[in-house]
């Protein structure tokens, strides 16, 4: 399990090496494809946040806080971290991610990265989803792990 900012990192790493836009509302749903594949598959979440749901689908509030400023233009940047341990600063942009990991990102990227934003909004907000069961009850609350692993293992049929 890793932070979400550090899987935004490969994703957007991804898109600039391929020329395709990610924008952070394409950000937030490929994170979410990702971690329910991961759930589905490996019985274990891929991020340590939650995902709620808000009106515009699954939403992860760091990331949202992290991207807001860039609006729904293409993110051009990879998000850099610092770490300061015994005095000395590190910095890097990506994360070390198990291979499970890194084969979740690039599953989800395979089948998500040449769709858009709201198309993959428009995926999240289907009928039975996760976030419908979710919002219908009230909005910007916790999608529960275990409802998003059952969805990605009957609907998506992925299973270990």
């Known amino acids: 399990m890793t932070s979400a900012i550090v899987v935004a990192a490969h994703f957007i790493e991804l898109g600039l090496e391929q020329s395709k836009t990610v924008t952070p509302m394409k950000l937030q749903k490929l994170i979410y494809l990702a971690h329910g594949i991961h759930l589905a598959r490996f019985d274990t979440p891929l991020i340590n946040e939650d995902i709620e749901a808000w009106s515009y689908g699954p939403v992860i509030r760091t990331i949202y806080d992290v991207f807001k400023s860039w609006g729904n233009q293409p993110i051009t940047e990879i998000p850099e971290f610092e770490v300061r341990i015994g005095g000395k600063l590190f910095r890097s942009h990506l994360g070390s991610l198990t291979v499970d990991e ?3 990102i690039k599953l989800a990227w ?6 858009t934003g ?3 909004s428009n995926w999240s907000h289907s009928i039975g989803s996760p976030w419908e069961m979710t919002y219908k009850i009230g909005g910007n609350k916790k999608i529960e792990k275990d409802t998003i692993k059952n969805y990605f293992i009957s609907t998506m049929k992925i299973g270990a």
Do not use: F, K, N
Not at 110 to 115: A, F, H, K, Q, S
């Open 102 to 104: 890194m084969d979740t």
């Open 110 to 115: 395979e089948i998500g990265g040449e769709l």
């Open 118 to 120: 709201p198309q993959l």
